[in-house]
Nanobody, 120 residues
């Protein structure tokens, strides 16, 4: 059974940093592109960042470019989201996902999410 488990969320102040982790189990994700999404209360889930299977290509939403960095460690079956200079508008539940393709595509599997709250 494929599972994605996020961790690392929490309550921080504006300007702080957090690193989210997403550990995969049930299969090796080394051949899969991975992504991060977020959903704020009352809003639709939105794309945040994605990384291809070997980390050679990344994509970011304009709202997080220059502040967030996605990376992966295939030996640990884990993808990370380093979030710097956090803003209150970054408050959301953050989900990781995999498209099960080498390069990013429509997500097929999702984690359960981790809450990130940024206070002003």
């Amino acid at each position: 059974q494929v599972q994605l488990v996020e961790s690392g969320g929490g309550l921080v102040q504006a300007g702080d940093s957090l690193r989210l982790s997403c550990a995969g189990s049930g299969r090796t994700f080394g051949w899969d592109a991975m992504g991060w999404f977020r959903q704020a209360p009352g809003k639709e889930r939105e794309f945040v960042a994605a990384i291809n299977w070997n980390g050679g290509s990344t994509q970011y939403a304009d709202s997080v470019k220059g502040r967030f960095t996605i990376s992966r460690d295939n030996a640990k079956n884990t993808v990370y989201l380093q979030m710097n200079s956090l803003k209150p508008e970054d408050t959301a539940v953050y989900y990781c996902a995999t498209s099960r393709t080498l390069d990013w595509g429509p997500p097929r599997y999702w984690g359960q999410g981790t809450q990130v709250t940024v206070s002003s």
